[in-house]
């Protein structure tokens, strides 16, 4: 069931009202819209000078990835592998739509602790997405004051209960079953939220099952009505995650739903488990006055990779990894007037990763080609501020200092695989300054601008072209940008309400990477790319009376290079053009919801070269909701359907993916179904 909107406690920041904003597939009204990621405190969505979209649980269809919750957000592609062997791959105006595996280039934070590592690497898999209250997307020049590799910031929130509560949840469909438990304990001040979930699915294509563990407990506080405590304890295990691979362009137009024979060859499957203790204190009685965190976890990945890896030289085919991380966060308020407001800030960060690569024998563990330790260290200071010069207008920025260590010791090497130990520090910073005009109460225009930067990740230091040792020559990639737009939040005197914004962007990426060489199973990477990247988004929410509810987002977007070999060129991985429309009815308003939903995406080239191309496609949905009040007793029932047409179409591509498997296809029709039982006291 979806908890009704409540109060919730931010790290740093006392209870807010959310707003209907939060939830795009709920009915809008001219409450005042609240973010906090654009300028790191609650602040009016309207007098924010940066793009931000909110976003919450559908009321329908079983949450099998983050994309689920990103799809309706413009300038976010959000693309569903229908694997879960891999991570879901997500890009914002450009920035992650490289990424070979797992979410780079975007910041990542769960109530204000960060989910990247300090190479600027991420996932959501670990996450209990059921249990998320809310979703904030930052877009444009303002992310970048978040540090290393934050082309955007996607900012989650965790449910916070109003009353005590359990209740209980069972969906499924032809190849999912989901079983999920909470519970919510409520008294004053202090509240403690449980959750678990069961996930198992048999796949869509053969090798493709996968099983999946989640529990999360979440402790909130007032310590001497002074201080505010919120601690969570994580906990995630995936035992099964079978890898069907990509296919080539030619074997997914014979065959959409096939799976490569090279899966079943090499068995090529993923397992993982993660644990994580977050700590949040803040200011309870002053808003936003000062905020402390810090975390501490580990996370191991077992995998099985679709070759031998048996060469001295190679990585081996199979991996084995732990990794221990942890780090510390903070800011306080050193000025505040009535027109003006300064923060300072730190945080540290570490992980620490003990990498062994076997030679995978066909399924089959076998002798030993890689084992070192990769650690990443990255300290940084920042400043925010927010200045009010006269009633309309709105100055906000920032300015951040970052140093990064990546180091590798090498414990495997001989005359074949050289010793490839050594480090790397990087030291940048990012400015950003945004102005927003307050045209009218309902309207207002706002302009942005900001320098940032991207490291590479350990991965792409490990190996150089010219000889053994961490690739020195690697710079970061740095990149200048600006957007502006309009937003509005409006309500006529008939009773119909309607928000938006329409926004227009220009991004310039330096040192961009490119692959060097990849030889013997050892890719290194050289700085030789600068892209161009601008575009035009738009989100429009019309609700006429309360019955219907338009929604309509979308973007255009141009990414190419300006490179001489590649100039011209689209960067691979991303759409030109995205658009997403929903249309929602409740004949007996909150009882009842009827949804339609429509996606369209244009094609994706599949290699810097630009030679192949995943060609574009039109889906449909549906989706119907109902809610029954049983004195305290609340039954939420739903049924989906998926794409209505069982279109063949591709979900994701693997950019540069040499050995030609770049397509992830997408499920036909299927049709799911849920209920939910809730009690409350």
Do not use: C
């Not at 009204?29 to 924010?48: G, K, N, P």
């Not at 809310?134 to 290393?148: C, F, S």
């Not at 449910?159 to 079983?179: D, E, L, T, W």
């Not at 074949?416 to 950003?432: H, L, M, T, V, W």
Request: net charge neutral; charged share 20%.
């Amino acid at each position: 069931m979806k908890t009704p909107l409540s109060p919730i406690s931010v790290p740093g920041f006392p209870a807010l009202i959310l707003s209907l904003a939060i939830n795009h597939s709920v009915h809008a009204d001219d409450r005042e819209i609240i973010v906090i990621s654009a300028s790191a405190q609650q602040q009016s969505w309207l007098l924010s000078p940066a793009s931000v979209e909110l976003a919450a649980l559908p009321d329908a269809g079983i949450i099998i990835d983050s994309a689920k919750l990103l799809e309706s957000i413009s300038g976010v592609q959000a693309d569903s592998r229908a694997n879960f062997a891999q991570d879901t791959r997500l890009s914002i105006r450009g920035f992650g739509s490289r990424s070979a595996f797992g979410i780079r280039s975007l910041y990542l934070q769960q109530d204000g602790i960060p989910l990247s590592t300090p190479d600027g690497q991420g996932q959501l898999s670990s996450v209990l997405l059921d249990n998320i209250e809310r979703i904030e997307v930052l877009k444009g020049p303002l992310a970048a004051l978040y540090g290393n590799a934050a082309g955007g910031v996607i900012s989650l929130y965790s449910r916070q209960p109003s009353q005590s509560a359990a209740g209980v949840a069972v969906a499924g469909s032809g190849q999912h079953r989901q079983y999920r438990l909470y519970a919510d304990w409520v008294e004053g001040d202090t509240s403690l939220s449980a959750g678990i979930k069961h996930f198992k699915t048999e796949g869509y294509r053969a090798h493709s099952a996968a099983k999946k563990q989640q529990a999360q407990l979440v402790y909130r506080t007032a310590v001497a009505q002074s201080v505010r405590l919120m601690a969570r304890l994580d906990y995630g295990r995936d035992p099964q995650l079978q890898d069907p691979l990509g296919l080539s362009l030619e074997s997914w137009r014979a065959q959409p739903n096939q799976t490569d024979s090279a899966a079943i060859r090499f068995d090529t499957e993923k397992s993982s488990r993660q644990r994580q203790l977050s700590l949040s204190l803040s200011d309870y009685l002053e808003a936003d006055q000062w905020q402390l965190s810090g975390w501490v976890g580990d996370r191991h990945i077992g995998q099985r990779l679709a070759f031998t890896g048996s060469a001295l030289s190679s990585a081996g085919g199979e991996v084995a990894l732990q990794r221990q991380f942890s780090g510390v966060n903070g800011d306080f308020r050193l000025l505040r007037s009535d027109t003006f407001q300064l923060r300072l800030g730190a945080s540290a960060v570490q992980s620490q990763d003990d990498r062994q690569g076997y030679v995978n024998n066909f399924g089959q563990r076998g002798e030993l080609r890689r084992q070192q330790t990769d650690s990443a260290n990255n300290k940084d200071v920042f400043s925010r501020f927010s200045w009010q010069p006269l009633q309309d207008f709105q100055l906000e920025g920032g300015w951040r200092y970052s140093q990064l260590k990546l180091a590798i010791e090498d414990q495997f090497i001989n005359a074949e695989n050289p010793d490839d130990s050594g480090s790397k520090r990087f030291y940048n910073q990012a400015i950003a300054l945004g102005l927003n005009y307050r045209i009218s109460n309902g309207i207002s225009a706002f302009f942005s601008a900001a320098e940032g930067f991207e490291s590479p990740t350990l991965a792409e230091i490990a190996y150089r072209s010219d000889g053994s040792g961490v690739n020195l020559a690697l710079d970061a990639s740095t990149n200048r940008q600006w957007e502006s737009g309009i937003k509005w939040q409006q309500r006529s005197a008939a009773g119909s309400n309607s928000s938006g914004s329409v926004s227009w962007f220009n991004v310039t990426t330096d040192n961009e990477l490119l692959v060097d060489t990849a030889i013997g199973g050892r890719t290194s990477y050289r700085n030789a790319a600068r892209t161009q990247r601008h575009g035009l988004e738009i989100q429009l929410r019309w609700r006429p009376n309360d019955y219907w509810q338009h929604q309509l987002s979308g973007h255009y977007v141009s990414a190419t290079f300006s490179t001489d070999d590649l100039n011209g060129n689209s960067l691979p991985g991303v759409a030109k053009h995205q658009w997403h429309w929903q249309l929602a009815y409740r004949p007996w308003q909150d009882a009842t919801q009827l949804s339609l939903h429509s996606q369209y995406r244009s094609k994706v080239y599949l290699n810097d070269a630009n030679d192949a191309q995943a060609p574009g496609a039109v889906t449909f949905s549906l989706s119907a909701q109902h809610s029954q009040q049983l004195s305290k007793l609340t039954l939420d029932y739903w049924l989906a359907l998926d794409n209505i047409a069982d279109k063949a179409y591709v979900g994701s591509v693997i950019v540069n993916q040499s050995n030609g498997r770049a397509i992830e296809p997408a499920p036909g029709r299927q049709l799911s179904a849920g209920i939910a039982a809730h009690y409350a006291w």
